[in-house]
């Protein structure tokens, strides 16, 4: 049932905003915690998504919480 609701709203205009990788956003992500980057390119960038967000028809519904890298050089 899960599957086939959120099937449905993609097909809508819903879309789950999971950035692991990306760079931090302030306006999609919320940062809940910081960890080490191992190199300098990581700095800033997504580590985990606590909780994925969403997006829907363009309009902010919920920011993706996530753990972001910080280098300390």
């Known amino acids: 049932v ?3 609701m959120m099937k449905g709203l ?3 205009g819903l879309e789950v905003i999971n950035p692991v990788g990306q760079p931090f956003d302030p306006e999609q992500h919320e940062a809940v915690s910081t960890a080490l980057a191992e190199s300098k390119e990581e700095d800033h960038t997504v580590a ?3 909780q994925p967000g969403y997006r829907f ?3 902010l519904l ?3 919480r996530v ?3 910080q280098w300390n050089g």
Do not use: L
Request: charged share 35%; no cysteine; net charge positive.
């Open 10 to 12: 993609i097909a809508a």
């Open 62 to 64: 919920r920011a993706a």
């Open 57 to 59: 028809k363009g309009v």
């Open 67 to 69: 753990v972001v890298k």
């Open 2 to 4: 899960d599957k086939k």
């Open 48 to 50: 985990i998504v606590f």
